[in-house]
């Protein structure tokens, strides 16, 4: 009696509903990398922030002088996001360890010939275009800085024991000053996704998840350290 020989090849069906299944997930898996993209570049540029914040403290430790973090730009319209993302901050030098009046923007160059003309590590841009752009993610405004003395509005300041030395009022009732960078690609779908940065008066710095993210980490000095105060 013949047997009917074993079939060993694939048939146009099943080679048709593989390659589906295969596009299906493929398609799935884009969509989740390309929604998660944003939030990855969100956490990288706080995480920027905050090691900005630590090297101004550090640099006015290391050089006596005063160091600010200027806050120069923020996304008005971040509840309700439009097409482009907005951020910006400075980070400069003081002149002097207290009272500062000309203030140099890193790279310090001013004090070789008397002229502040680089600007190359102290302008940090994250708005669309911009030389630091990070697309689908914006600076919240942040609450009002009167800053020390004059002229230092929107500012955060160090004086070179390394602390903030900003008025009690720049701080909120848990002794911080905040800046939160928002996930606007997120906020366009209703999702609530930012990342605060917490700057205590020590210098301590802490970043916080609205999705209760452990982000790890903190930079500065803690609060209650042996350090002396501004």
């Known amino acids: 009696m013949a047997t009917r020989p074993l079939r060993t090849g694939t048939t146009l069906t099943e080679l048709m509903v593989v390659l589906s299944i295969i596009g299906l997930m493929a398609a799935i898996g884009l969509g989740t990398v390309k929604d998660q993209i944003p939030r990855f570049r969100m956490v990288r540029a706080a995480k920027q922030l905050s090691s900005d914040i630590a090297a101004l403290r550090n640099t006015a430790i290391e050089q006596n002088r005063e ?65 630091d752009e990070v697309p689908g ?54 999702v609530d996704d930012s990342i605060t940065v917490r700057i205590a008066r020590s210098g301590m710095v802490r970043l916080v998840s609205s999705l209760g993210e452990d982000l790890g980490g903190t930079a500065g000095t803690a609060t209650g350290s042996s350090a002396g105060g501004p």
């Open 137 to 190: 993610v914006s600076l919240k405004p942040w609450d009002p800085l009167a800053g020390p003395g004059a002229g230092n509005a929107s500012a955060i300041v160090f004086s070179p024991r390394g602390w903030l030395s900003n008025p009690p009022g720049d701080f909120n009732s848990q002794g911080y000053v905040e800046l939160t960078l928002v996930n606007i690609a997120a906020k366009r779908d209703g």
């Open 67 to 131: 160091t600010r973090l200027l806050l120069v730009a923020a996304d008005s319209s971040w509840e309700s996001p439009g097409a482009t993302n907005v951020g910006e901050w400075w980070m400069q030098v003081g002149d002097l360890p207290l009272g500062s009046t000309q203030w140099d923007t890193f790279p310090a160059d001013a004090q070789e010939d008397g002229v502040d003309d680089s600007f190359a590590l102290g302008q940090v841009v994250i708005t669309e275009d911009g030389d």
